[in-house]
């Protein structure tokens, strides 16, 4: 027995690694703590951790750490990677696993044969490391499963000299153990409710930017391209973002962001977020259909001069000629005009000659056959037909904006709390510029967050070079760098993070 005042500190040292297990929630950080923690309380130069899938079939081997092998000069220990191995009573770690004893071994080279299982040498001989003495113990949890299994390799003495594990620290690694698990279980557990919330705003965001080809896939996209930058900034170690350095936490609340950013498209109609044109096919067809009219119109108009000429007593043959040729003009002119519209219908720039030419156009009238006099255009037609740059019409370019304010409206329902509490800032600030031309709140540099700014990159970028985009041919890189730059240099975007952007290569990150 050790004496009491040691086993006094033991115990509070216990207490104060079960509370810091509590406290954290992700699971790997968490196995790696426990590990860590258990060495530290058992002097242990090395430690793994094995977790059993939900089905007892299977061991999964989380965690490797080595002192030894670390601090080794002469020869890199190989990195560690999760693997899995069947649950079988062959491994001591299955053994232990399948049974919940404890074992604590002198000597892994020298396990009685009677023990029904073996140690395997492989990772000694490959890393040139002598494994002697072990403690495994099982992690039950509250209703005693047994979820996973600690194992400690090679107890050291004050000197450094591998020594056999104290057999009365069993109970407490044990112990330790156990609360361990419940640990591990919260973090799984946690980890399992973040997975199905994180699948929702996934397959809904890709769903709601599916509804039109421009969008499709965009959200995904800039998630990548967002977290790509983030973590490049946490590798920059110049610049104004030098000592940024976002925790797991941070980042997490960006990628929700990220995410989220464009949910708010879900409340502008489908086909203003898919307008490729200034007037719909059927608008079109319409108009098409009207301008026929409007020369039958001529035509019919035409056959009833001649006919009052003939109730007159004939016309002269010039008279008759002349109204041919008007009737002519007129088609001639209708068919001009209609062309021209159908010209500038499909095309994103309208100059000012045709603006003039279509104004003209809005004030020609004609009467129908039921005597109704109308002009040429409609209002709607005019206001579609007549938009100097691109296609859309200032309530259509409002209504698109709208989507960042249904963003913020939809993103603040979601009881994002704690280390997620700015996800709806974030995500409403990505169409702010740094010169305060952005929207909806005109905000100026200091008051639009970094994590917002980082989006807004990944998000013009994304637009830009989006391929598989029907109807939009996809810009190269180059062209799209050099836009980001061109936007950065006029102080919309801010520079540092382009620089980041494309010194880092972000853009590889799809
Ligand atoms: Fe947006
Ligand atoms: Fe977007």
């Known amino acids: 027995m050790p004496p009491v005042q040691d086993m006094r500190e033991r115990l509070e040292t216990l207490n104060k690694i079960g509370v810091a297990l509590s406290s954290e929630t992700n699971l790997s950080l968490l196995l790696e703590l426990i590990v860590r923690e258990t060495r530290s309380f058992t002097n242990a130069d090395a430690g793994s951790l094995y977790l059993v899938d939900e089905d007892n079939e299977v061991l999964h081997f989380e965690v ?4 030894t092998l670390r601090k080794r000069a002469d020869m890199k220990p190989e990195t560690f990677k999760p693997y899995s191995l069947p649950l079988t009573k062959d491994s001591i770690a299955g053994y232990v696993a399948i049974t919940g004893e404890t074992l604590n071994i002198l000597d892994a080279y ?3 044969p009677e023990a029904g299982f073996e140690f395997n040498r492989d990772f000694d ?3 040139k490391y002598r494994t002697k003495s072990m403690l495994l113990v099982a992690m039950k949890d509250t209703e005693g499963k047994i979820i996973g299994v600690l194992q400690l390799i090679n107890s050291l003495d004050d ?5 056999p594990f104290d057999p009365s620290i069993e109970s407490l690694v044990s112990s330790l153990a156990s609360q361990a698990a419940v640990a591990i279980k919260n973090a799984q557990l946690i980890k399992e409710i973040k997975a199905v919330f994180e699948a929702l705003i996934q397959y809904s965001v ?3 930017d599916a509804r039109s080809p421009f969008t499709a896939g965009h959200s995904k996209g800039v998630a990548l391209y967002t977290m790509a930058l983030a973590r490049a900034i946490n590798e920059t170690h110049e610049g104004p973002y030098a000592d940024v350095s976002f925790s797991l ?3 997490e609340e960006i990628n929700y962001a990220a995410w989220l950013h464009d949910i708010g498209k879900i409340g502008v109609r489908e086909w203003v977020l898919d307008k490729r044109s200034r007037l719909s096919e059927a608008e079109t067809q319409a108009l098409i259909s009207r301008f026929e009219s409007i020369k039958a119109l001529a035509i019919a108009e035409t056959e009833k001069k001649k006919a009052t000429f003939a109730k007159g007593g004939g016309a002269k043959k010039e008279e008759l000629g002349a109204l041919d040729e008007e009737l002519g003009r007129q088609l001639e002119q209708i068919e001009k ?3 021209f519209i159908k010209e500038i219908n499909g095309t994103n720039f309208l100059d000012d000659q045709g603006l003039e030419k279509l104004e003209e156009i809005r004030e020609k009238q004609y009467i129908d056959f039921n005597g109704h006099r109308s002009h040429y255009l409609s209002e709607f037609e005019f206001e579609n037909l007549s938009v100097r740059k691109g296609n859309l019409t200032k309530g259509e370019i409002k209504e698109i904006q709208s989507h960042v304010i249904h963003t913020e409206n939809i993103v603040n329902k979601i009881p994002f709390k704690g280390s997620l509490k700015k996800v709806p800032i974030f995500a409403a600030g990505h169409h702010e510029m740094l010169d305060g031309s952005g929207y909806p709140k005109h905000l100026s540099a200091e008051d639009i967050p970094l994590q917002a700014r980082i989006i807004t990159v990944a998000d013009i970028y994304e637009a ?3 391929k598989d985009r029907p109807y939009k041919k996809s810009m190269d890189l180059a062209r799209s760098l050099a836009i980001l730059e061109e936007e950065a240099a006029k102080n919309r975007l801010d520079k540092a993070l382009v620089r980041i952007f494309i010194e880092n290569k972000v853009y590889e990150a799809t």
């Open 464 to 466: 830009l070079i989006a």
């Open 110 to 112: 020298s396990l009685s």
């Open 125 to 127: 001989k490959r890393n």
């Open 337 to 339: 005009d209609l062309a």
């Open 159 to 163: 000197g450094g000299n591998v020594v």
């Open 249 to 251: 936490a941070e980042l």
């Open 64 to 67: 490797a750490q080595n002192d």
């Open 206 to 208: 890709s769903a709601i």
